[in-house]
């Protein structure tokens, strides 16, 4: 158990739909990350959060938002949901935001757009 | 933009004995991480061992151990007297800035 934690387990959702997606970092942690897994694009960095601004941004949708609140929870939002936005999508954090911080992965949120 | 290869998409190797899985990578940084993780069918990213760009010794954590090559950008992890409980997709990593770089993964079949 690494200590992050990724809610809901699963999503399944049609097309065109809005979902949400749920991060709480390890105790302590400042930074979250959000990775994308698909069988397409394989692992992709999606966006990072420090202490609630936001980072640095990968190949992140215009159609996928993100932030991280005051209590250092971050949600990712997915909206007008296409069937190739199924994937597994990891959540990761790490006390600072520096690359030799170590990135703890959560179990991810598995989401299925039909 | 940062790249991460795995040419090897599967590998096999029998219970006890060693295996090595290939990663390259390329980079303009100076100053860079390099990792292994492990997805095991429960999905959880798992860090197996990590290596500092700076640093010439090669990183060992118990039956893992890597060879980084810094001028060929190649960075190879290896398994010794593999078990059951290894078999896995293991994915190199590298840092751009502070986001991960993966590459396409390697996935690991231990036979008894």
């Known amino acids: 158990d690494s200590g992050v934690t990724q809610t809901p387990k699963h999503l399944i959702t049609a097309t065109g739909q809005r979902v949400t997606l749920r991060c709480s970092p390890r105790s302590g942690d400042l930074s979250v990350y959000w990775y994308q897994q698909s069988l397409d694009q394989g692992l992709q960095f999606l966006i990072q959060?420090?202490?609630?601004?936001?980072?640095a941004k990968g190949n992140i949708l215009e159609r996928f938002s993100a932030q991280q609140f005051p209590d250092l929870h971050s949600e990712l939002n997915l909206s007008s949901l296409e069937l190739g936005d199924s994937a597994l999508y990891f959540c990761a954090s790490s006390v600072g935001g520096q690359p030799y911080n170590e990135q703890f992965f959560g179990p991810g949120t598995r989401l299925t757009v039909l | 933009a940062q790249t991460v290869t795995q040419s090897q998409p599967e590998m096999s190797v029998q219970e006890a004995e060693t295996v090595t899985l290939s990663c390259t990578y390329d980079t303009s940084e100076s100053d860079y991480y390099l990792f292994w993780y492990k997805q095991p069918p429960s999905r959880q990213m798992i860090l197996v061992i990590r290596?500092?760009?700076?640093?010439?010794q090669n990183a060992t954590e118990n039956r893992f151990s890597v060879n980084f090559q810094k001028a060929a950008k190649s960075f190879s992890l290896k398994i010794s007297d593999s078990q059951l409980g290894d078999a896995a997709m293991y994915f190199c990593?590298?840092?751009?800035?502070?986001?991960?770089?993966f590459g396409e993964g390697t996935q690991l079949t231990v036979n008894p």
């Open positions: 959060y420090y202490n609630g601004e936001e980072r």
């Open positions: 290596q500092e760009a700076y640093k010439q």
């Open positions: 990593a590298q840092t751009s800035g502070s986001r991960l770089t």
